[in-house]
């Protein structure tokens, strides 16, 4: 058992603050692999659900008629960031291009404010409920500092201080904003196509309600979601439950990092270039429709 916890002995070692993302990496890449990468779908799922900025993405059309593409150009923005930090030629090429995908539209700085809450919360308290382990205060406070740190090189002001005062944020926002609109149905339908394509192909006819199972009930309100009856959720939540017990007494510390032969997407199965992810470039009005 002493060494199914040498990362968090290590982690405890580090400075949040200053080693925040080394912090954050080990989080994602040894120490809760595929619950991080659970966490952050469904904490983009929700930042997609809000009407304004589900209103946007309805709009360009990115997330309803190239979902696949849409989901791997985040994720890819997102994990080069991660993997090399924002000092990184990568690391600054993704912060640089994801900063001129958002200039393209009027973003209030609350919605902004609200990307960067689920981010830090939804994971965090996945892991809180699922995790083989709760996040220690480490992992906390590294989380919060490197998704405030990203906040910053994006422009986003008014950010809260410490991961206490975000979620207190997050949720008070989520009460006021999360409410059931057409824009973020239409989102969810298209995206939820997708993970039903990464269950086992034996729980395929419980695909959608087991996706239904994984969202809360404000999220499931926010996109006309309809609840999955109770022996679904609480199986779900048994199973999971399970597999973190299974986890943390049989478990070993994962050796190879995720993602240490590079990231493989669907879309770019032979790799991609940084400057070219995320939605296409909209025409100027004098230039539309001339060949």
């Known amino acids: 058992m002493r060494g199914r916890y040498a990362n968090l002995t290590r982690i405890r070692s ?21 619950d ?19 209103r946007v993405h309805v709009g360009t059309g990115e997330l309803t008629e190239r979902t696949q593409q849409r989901i791997d150009d985040t994720g890819l923005l997102m994990y080069e960031m991660v993997l090399h930090g924002f000092e990184h030629p990568r690391g600054r090429a993704a912060l640089r291009r994801i900063n001129q995908i958002h200039r393209r539209h009027d973003i209030d700085a609350e919605d902004h404010r609200y990307v960067l809450g689920c981010l830090v919360v939804v994971p965090t308290r996945w892991l809180d409920r699922y995790g083989w382990r709760r996040p220690c205060c480490h992992e906390r406070r590294a989380t919060h500092a490197f998704y405030r740190e990203l906040g910053r090189r994006m422009g986003v002001t008014g950010l809260p201080a410490s991961y206490a005062e975000f979620a207190s944020w997050f949720d008070r926002y989520d009460t006021a904003r999360l409410r059931p609109n ?3 149905a239409t989102i969810e339908r298209a995206t939820r196509a997708l993970m039903r394509t990464r269950l086992p192909r034996l729980l395929a006819p419980l695909g959608d309600a087991l996706v239904s199972a994984m969202y809360d009930a404000p999220l499931r309100r926010a996109t006309r979601v309809t609840e999955p009856t109770r022996p679904v959720r609480l199986g779900l939540h048994l199973a999971l439950r399970g597999r973190a017990r299974l986890l943390r007494w049989c478990g070993r510390p994962r050796r190879t990092p995720l993602f240490a032969d590079g990231i493989r997407t669907r879309t770019y199965p032979h790799g991609y270039d940084i400057e070219r992810l995320g939605p296409r470039p909209t025409p100027a009005p004098d230039q539309a429709g001339t060949g």
């Open 36 to 54: 991080m990468k659970l966490g952050l779908n469904l904490a983009f799922n929700r930042s997609f659900s809000v009407p304004e900025i589900a």
């Open 14 to 34: 580090l400075d949040p603050e200053r080693d925040h993302l080394a912090i954050y990496q080990t989080m994602l890449r040894l120490e809760f692999p595929w």
């Open 182 to 184: 057409d824009d973020a």
